[in-house]
DNA sequence: TTCATAGTTCGACCTTAATCGAAGCATTCG
DNA sequence: CGAATGCTTCGATTAAGGTCGAACTATGAA
């Protein structure tokens, strides 16, 4: 009847409350396993396991045994990016689930997308990226300049094994706190996971925000100042 | 219990498959009454009224009266994004709802997505502007450079007129065939309509396909051109 | 092997919401 | 003022699917 794809399964499976509890959950970019995920959405573990088939029919998820555990994680950037485009609307309606408080404050500041920087602290970066020529957007696709090159090499990222990856290298995700870019693809996450090795910044496990040391924050904003 | 806007209402919102076929009727860009977007859904005029009720609450759509019409269109740019997102997912995992015929190719060259051109030609023109450094593309913000103003007026494009809209000059979106960023916001309508007007292109009613006339090819070609 | 833990499948219950007929407003036209 | 058209509201029906208990499978540990 209708031209182009079939959105209304897609979007049901994510409106489905346990089922958006559990990919809100994913968004970390951990993998997490069944029972995991059942006490994120707050259902039992059956429950859940058919939620996770279903997502997993859907392609939305990656699943992976590993021993007796099934682990899941989101299927790819796209479906984060989806994620966070809902998330962009829903808070634009005023939909927020929960009050706006300290911890509130703290996401907007600085949270992981996705194994990703995101919030105040991942646009700041990726504009500062784009401003110094290390970053260049043609067309949809994002590039590391030269200069990108040798700035990612100076932080200490291993360029050689991240193009081992399968997955896009540079990627633009839109954060729907700041409704800016921020950057995604394996070197997004190689930059996190660097400031991590750093012991710049230190990731809550629970609640997705990243913080990062008084150290950390100088060296940030040394880096990635946006004057 | 979880961090983060409510994703589940919006989501479920877009996961009814009538409400779903509305939303992407509106994907079109016109504005529907009551009765036509009931006729694309295949259900009722009440049926109808109550979803539109919804979506409208869920701050999707942007209603007008006029006088015993009522007119729906996408609330905003956001909005249409988050939906080309979705066909992108449904895409990937195989879920198109109609066997690739000619029509599909069409659309697939040339469509109307929120009334701007997408489909391969609406990206190979996105591609060239930045290309020739008509649009530069700063963190998420897409400008248009002086000689890119120079381009549009010379094309015939009233910008100071674009400026008076609230909504954003210049703005990228998503293809869900492409894959890749086409652009939107009103400098897109704007480009979209100019061809209109200059009888480069036709829209089909129904189906969203754009049609280009030998004439407007050539000249869209010429100011296109990727090489 | 026996026990424990992780996950899946099955079946029954039950809430949610999509649907449409019928009636009620509102607006325009003759 | 009717009459017609476009849309909304109400109510009853019905279909879909989320939920969990219980039983079952698989992996790992003692």
């Given at each position: 009847m209708k031209e182009g794809p079939?959105?209304?399964?897609?979007?049901?499976?994510?409106?489905?409350?346990a089922r958006a509890n559990m990919l809100t959950a994913l968004m970390s970019g951990k993998a997490l396993t069944v029972s995991e995920l059942a006490e994120e959405a707050g259902v039992t573990i059956q429950t859940a396991s058919s939620h996770l088939s279903k997502l997993d029919g859907g392609g939305l998820l990656r699943p992976r045994k590993q021993g007796r555990h099934k682990y899941f994680s989101l299927a790819n950037d796209d479906v984060a990016h989806v994620l966070e485009g809902l998330m962009g609307l829903?808070?634009?309606?005023?939909?927020?689930?929960?009050?706006?408080?300290?911890?509130?404050?703290?996401?907007?500041?600085?949270?992981?997308?996705?194994?990703?920087?995101?919030?105040?602290?991942?646009?700041?970066?990726?504009?500062?990226?784009i401003a110094q020529g290390h970053l260049s957007l043609d067309g949809d696709d994002l590039n590391l300049t030269r200069s990108g090159q040798a700035f990612v090499t100076e932080l200490g990222i291993d360029l050689a094994e991240l193009r081992k990856n399968k997955s896009p290298l540079c990627r633009e995700c839109l954060d729907w706190s700041e409704r800016r870019s921020h950057l995604a693809g394996s070197l997004g996450r190689a930059f996190l996971s660097r400031f991590e090795g750093l012991s710049w910044a230190r990731r809550d496990q629970k609640t997705r925000v990243i913080s990062f040391s008084a150290n950390g924050t100088t060296e940030f904003e040394r880096l990635f100042s946006v004057g």
């Open positions: 079939d959105i209304a399964h897609v979007a049901a499976l994510i409106g489905d409350p829903a808070a634009g309606s005023g939909r927020l689930r929960k009050r706006t408080g300290p911890k509130d404050a703290a996401l907007r500041q600085a949270r992981v997308c996705y194994n990703h920087l995101a919030g105040d602290m991942g646009t700041q970066m990726f504009d500062s990226l």
